[in-house]
């Protein structure tokens, strides 16, 4: 657990100390839960975008984009259901003040068994070795067994009370299993109240209810009330989707791993419009495509998974969660949801208009099935960061050992394509030509000069960045034009004309290599 709590650590003062990630309004001391991203965290989460974006609109001749607004009639909210159901159930310790998600308490105890479970499989695989078979270790041993039977019994009550929203029966949950306040061990605790997560303002000098408008709490409203607009306007035919990337808002009541859960965050939400009867074909189809896009940039199948859910939303039929191995365990990274005709019917309900489309091929009229992929940009962020940052011993020149912090991004979503660095600073012939290919690339890529320092702390400084190439630029550079070129994870350094430098860079670092 330590372990892992420093490496989190590490994460976040990496994060800050090379500009991707401040707290916002750091110098008033921080707002909860609310985050700016730096010079280089804004060029890897439009990096993040773009990949997204380009995955969705520009590879699928039925996927269209759409930029809506934050603010929405206040309706909206109430046909999406948000209004009326979209809580967090949330306890208080009265002792220590504390403020918990009532599931969360009881997802948190239920981790606790799976680790112990772990604990015993990892213990089997020692003392069997080569011969160990996990399946069936997993299905026999009795210690493990019970632990499996017990977490599902638990996850299974927890969903029912979830979706029959028993207050009661949560709080009772709770007690039954001794659950204490992580913090302080206290056990003494207030009833389970609801608490609405959205985020409520006022528009213009209207005062009272009448004004009351909401700051969206998901970007997929904005898509279903545009539905008919964007169709009509495209001609597309169903199956087709609208695309989307914006900010979304909501009061989470407990905040406090970092970027992971926000207050204010971006989301990029795909919905999928089509026939009645189809939508699992597509739900199916979604789900590898998005899991695809994630394994797509290296990420290795031990560090993704997916998860069914066990109470389902009010508008779905089907759902599963992409789960990433954050530092702190497997946590949601994507949703995948078979919606039905849930948001577009209650939107025909709520303002009195037809959302319905006529079928060319079935001659049919009918309000379409929507499939969902909604995933968090920050998330994504936090996720693409922790599986990049390493720390590795490095050999120097001189064969001495040292260790460096490297971002091992996928080139493509890095925030510095390329580095060029004169040997000598104090040396203007090498300067110049370094200034020189640093004008020439710029318009190609995201690069940077930098003279500051001798060549090994320059090196380390866009380890720490996750600049993918290195080039430098020597005396043998002012006979030959050559440069040594400098590859980030594997370290080699190969020689080659500054004539080939945009071809070799773009060809290594093209987001065309993720598509
Ligand atoms: P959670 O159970 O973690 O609260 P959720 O199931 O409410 O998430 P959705 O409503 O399905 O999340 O939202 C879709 C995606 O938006 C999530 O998979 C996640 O990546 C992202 N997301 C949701 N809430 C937040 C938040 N508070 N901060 C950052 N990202 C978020």
């Not at 989460?45 to 930029?67: A, F, P, T």
């Not at 510095?416 to 640093?438: D, M, Q, Y």
């Given at each position: 657990?330590?372990?892992q ?6 994460l ?7 500009g991707?990630i401040?707290?916002s309004?750091?110098i008033y001391?921080g707002?909860?839960a ?18 997204w974006?380009r ?9 269209v984009?759409l ?8 309706t909206?909210?109430k046909a999406?259901?948000?209004?009326d ?16 998600r ?9 981790e606790?068994?799976?680790a112990?479970m772990?604990k ?8 069997f070795?080569e011969s160990?078979d996990e399946?069936q ?9 019970q ?14 009370l ?6 009661e029966?949560?709080k ?14 206290s056990?003494n605790w ?12 006022q528009l ?5 209810e009448?004004g009351k408008?909401?700051?969206?709490p ?12 964007v169709?009509k ?6 199956p087709?989707?609208?695309?989307q990337?914006g ?5 989470e009541?407990v ?17 999928f ?6 939508e ?14 994630h ?5 290795p199948?031990?560090?993704l ?5 066990d109470?389902?939303a ?7 969660d ?6 702190f ?5 994507e949703?995948?949801?078979s919606?039905t005709d ?15 489309y006529?079928?060319p ?6 309000v379409p ?11 994504m962020?936090l996720?693409?960061l ?6 590795e011993?490095v050999?120097?020149?001189?064969g001495?050992e040292?260790s460096?912090?490297?971002l ?21 012939r090498?300067?110049k030509?370094?200034r ?10 995201y690069?940077?000069y930098?003279?500051t320092?001798?060549?090994?702390k320059l090196?380390?400084r866009?380890?720490a960045?996750g600049?993918p ?5 020597d ?8 440069v040594?070129?400098?590859e980030?994870?594997?370290?080699q350094?190969e020689r080659?004309?500054?004539?080939q430098?945009?071809?070799v860079?773009a ?9």
């Amino acid at each position: 657990m330590s372990t892992q709590n420093d490496a989190f650590k590490k994460l976040v003062a990496h994060a800050k100390e090379y500009g991707f990630i401040f707290p916002s309004s750091e110098i008033y001391d921080g707002l909860g839960a609310v985050y700016d991203y730096g010079p280089y965290g804004v060029l890897l989460k439009n990096n993040i975008k773009e990949y997204w974006w380009r995955s969705m609109v520009q590879m699928h001749q039925n996927i269209v984009g759409l930029d809506a607004a934050i603010f929405m009639h206040p309706t909206t909210w109430k046909a999406s259901g948000h209004v009326d159901a979209f809580n967090d159930p949330l306890i208080d310790n009265k002792d220590s003040k504390k403020r918990y998600r009532a599931d969360q308490l009881v997802e948190g105890y239920i981790e606790k068994i799976e680790a112990k479970m772990e604990k015993e499989v990892a213990k089997g695989r020692k003392r069997f070795g080569e011969s160990f078979d996990e399946k069936q270790f997993r299905e026999t041993h009795p210690r493990v067994v019970q632990y499996a039977t017990r977490i599902r019994e638990l996850q299974e009550r927890l969903g029912q009370l979830l979706s029959e929203g028993d207050l009661e029966g949560l709080k009772n949950m709770i007690e039954e299993l001794e659950i204490a306040d992580p913090e302080t061990g206290s056990r003494n605790w207030t009833e389970v109240r609801q608490f609405n997560l959205m985020f409520a303002t006022q528009l213009g000098a209207v005062a009272g209810e009448g004004g009351k408008l909401y700051l969206r709490p998901e970007t997929a409203q904005g898509i279903f009330v545009n539905f008919l607009n964007v169709q009509k306007t495209t001609r597309q035919k169903i199956p087709f989707g609208i695309a989307q990337i914006g900010k979304a808002f909501r009061n989470e009541i407990v905040a406090r791993q970092f970027i992971f859960r926000m207050r204010e965050f971006e989301q990029m939400e795909m919905q999928f419009f089509v026939r009645p009867g189809t939508e699992m074909e597509w739900y199916n189809y979604w789900k590898e495509t998005r899991m695809n896009w994630h394994k797509k940039l290296g990420t290795p199948d031990s560090e993704l998974r997916f998860h069914d859910h066990d109470n389902l939303a009010h508008y779905a039929n089907a759902a599963v969660d992409i789960e990433y191995r954050f530092p702190f365990g497997f946590r949601e990274l994507e949703g995948i949801h078979s919606r039905t005709d849930f948001d577009l019917s209650s939107h025909e309900q709520h303002s009195g208009k037809k959302l319905r489309y006529f079928d060319p091929e079935t001659k049919e009229t009918y309000v379409p099935y929507v499939v969902e992929t909604s995933i968090g940009c920050d998330r994504m962020f936090l996720a693409v960061l922790s599986g990049a940052l390493q720390e590795e011993s490095v050999r120097g020149a001189e064969g001495k050992e040292s260790s460096r912090d490297v971002l091992k991004l996928p080139p493509a979503l890095a925030p510095v394509k390329c580095a060029i660095l004169p040997l000598k600073r104090n040396e203007e012939r090498l300067t110049k030509t370094a200034r020189e290919i640093f004008d020439r690339l710029k318009r190609s890529f995201y690069c940077q000069y930098d003279d500051t320092g001798s060549i090994g702390k320059l090196y380390r400084r866009q380890d720490a960045i996750g600049t993918p190439y290195c080039i430098t630029v020597d005396f043998e550079t002012l006979d030959d034009q050559t440069v040594t070129l400098r590859e980030r994870d594997s370290l080699q350094q190969e020689r080659i004309p500054i004539d080939q430098l945009e071809k070799v860079i773009a060809e290594k670092t093209d987001m065309k290599n993720l598509l």
